[in-house]
């Protein structure tokens, strides 16, 4: 074990407890990474809807959000990547990838492309969970890695959700008086939260697309092993994704994102069962139980993504 335990005797059980804690950092860095990506779209959103006299309905509910929920949701979020296991991590950030493309090449069909910001929270964890275990594997000093990463990320995630609060508290009154620098920022270029978090996302999901084709792969022994596990996968994702596009096209309100993620989560099971561990079928319930959570977290601002493309109000950056 290369992680910071390695400096300590071996005693009976260390080096689980060790392997425990870098899960929890894993974790814990992905939720940060998923609170930076809401709180940035809502201090979008928010000003989106303040700049629009028929969305003040939706500037209020975003506002009226409890803060205390974004801590609790950091918090369960981190306890449910570090008990989904890095195989079921990376098929779930495969699946979105996949998910990803097909919205954004559909995206002159009318798609719900506002919504894959919000769509991609669970995935966002679980891809930089996996990137961490893939960069860090092997590495000499693990745990003090992931301990400075989740520092930085844990501040780059306070700081964000602090903008957030300052803008639904202060912004309307600030961007009228001109006195408050960061106000003024956004008043000019606020339009560009969507092209800067297109291109984190971009990065981030290439990055982990890579780690997970090399922590799946890495479980096999053989070439045919590998064929018998990836050709069922992507015939299975393949008819998920048309059957999901399908849907999001003919469906209007909030019951087609939860019911993707039903139809999605049960044909991973499905597969998992013939083909794939214990573990596995275990970790996917959990992951069932994180996307319901971030969607849940995030319903307000789903409605309003839903609205602001029924209007023909598109974000700045949503193609390629």
Known sequence: MFSLGSWLPALPGLAWGWALLDALLQGLVGAC?????????KVYLYIQCLNDPERQAEKEAIRMQQWVLESLHVVMLTGVLALVGSRVAALVVLEFSLRAVSTILSLGKGTHSSQLYLLCQYSLGCGV?????????????RTCNLVLAAGLAGLLAAYT?????HV?????????????????LLL??????????????????AVADLAAVVLINRDFLSTAEAVRFWTPL??????????MQEEMRQSTGRQPV???????????FILLLTVGRWTDVLHVLVSLLGELWCLLHAGVMLEACR??????HLPARTSG
Request: charged share 10%; hydrophobic share 45%; glycine share 8%.
């Open 258 to 268: 939860y019911q993707t993620v039903l139809v999605r989560m049960g044909g991973l």
């Open 168 to 184: 639904c508290t202060l912004y309307e009154l600030h961007s009228r008086a001109r006195y408050c620098g960061v106000c003024i």
């Open 33 to 41: 990474a998923v609170s930076v990506l809401c709180s940035l779209l």
């Open 234 to 243: 992507t015939i299975c994702y393949t008819l998920l994704v048309i059957y």
């Open 307 to 312: 609205r602001q493309v029924r209007w023909g």
């Open 188 to 205: 000019a270029a606020g339009h560009g939260i969507p092209r800067l978090l297109w291109n984190a996302l971009a990065i981030t999901f």
């Open 161 to 165: 959700r602090r903008l957030a609060r």
């Open 129 to 141: 969970s996996c990137g961490l275990s893939f960069l860090l594997e092997g590495a000499p000093h």
